[in-house]
T-cell receptor, first 113, second 114 residues
Framework: DVKVTQSSRYLVKRTGEKVFLECVQD?????MFWYRQDPGLGLRLIYF???????EKGDIPEGYSVSREKKERFSLILESASTNQTSMYLC????????????FGSGTQLSVL | GESVGLHLPTLSVQEGDNSIINCAYS??????FIWYKQESGKGPQFIID???NMDKRQGQRVTVLLNKTVKHLSLQIAATQPGDSAVYFC????WGSGGFKTIFGAGTRLFVKA
């Protein structure tokens, strides 16, 4: 089975801190995605990547950046965390650009105080 | 812009009954739709998918129906079990830069009463 691993289950950070959320997948998938999940809003796409060193903005990229230096790893960066970035962050991967069937990690619950 | 939405935020059913979860989508150009199940403390998990050239697709105890005329999608769960309690998301793939991206609806929480 595909495994998508997010480095932290819970994180508590202070306003203004730089935050790194790490995600690793073990099935050589081409595509990787970062979503945030908020009650009543579903999953919203922040950034995605179809290949190493490339990235595309999703629907809500403001306040975030990403890095994909290796195929298996996709990092989400909050340059200066704010309280409105308190959320559940979900990483996902898919085989290729047809994007059928996403495989998700268990999520990182980030609280910004 | 494109959106995928749900008619009901919560659904409560009796164990053994059938469940129907509905979803509306707005992008008439979408040709691939997916249902995901998210259990507490876990990420969403793929359940079943359907392409726009189909009206119905069946899996194990689940059926997805697609009505392109009214842009409506539904997930039917037969003989609902306690293990089916979860949040269910419909999603559609739309073309982005260099490939497809998956857009999710708000989700429906399914409660199964014993």
């Amino acid at each position: 089975d595909v495994k998508v691993t997010q480095s932290s289950r819970y994180l508590v950070k202070r306003t203004g801190e730089k935050v790194f959320l790490e995600c690793v997948q073990d099935m050589d998938h081409e595509n990787m995605f970062w979503y945030r999940q908020d009650p009543g809003l579903g999953l919203r796409l922040i950034y995605f990547s179809y290949d190493v060193k490339m990235k595309e903005k999703g629907d809500i990229p403001e306040g975030y950046s990403v890095s994909r230096e290796k195929k298996e790893r996709f990092s989400l960066i909050l340059e200066s965390a704010s309280t409105n970035q308190t959320s559940m962050y979900l990483c996902a991967s898919s085989v290729d650009t047809t994007n059928e069937k996403l495989f998700f990690g268990s999520g990182t619950q980030l609280s910004v105080l | 812009g494109e959106s995928v939405g749900l008619h009901l935020p919560t659904l409560s059913v009796q164990e053994g009954d059938n469940s129907i979860i509905n979803c509306a989508y707005s992008n008439s150009a979408s040709d691939y739709f997916i249902w995901y199940k998210q259990e507490s403390g876990k990420g969403p998990q793929f359940i079943i998918d359907i392409r726009s050239n189909m009206d119905k697709r069946q899996g194990q105890r689940v059926t997805v129906l697609l009505n392109k005329t009214v842009k409506h999608l539904s997930l039917q769960i037969a003989a609902t079990q306690p293990g089916d309690s979860a949040v269910y998301f419909c999603a559609e793939n739309i073309w982005g830069s260099g490939g497809f991206k998956t857009i999710f609806g708000a989700g429906t929480r399914l409660f199964v009463k014993a």
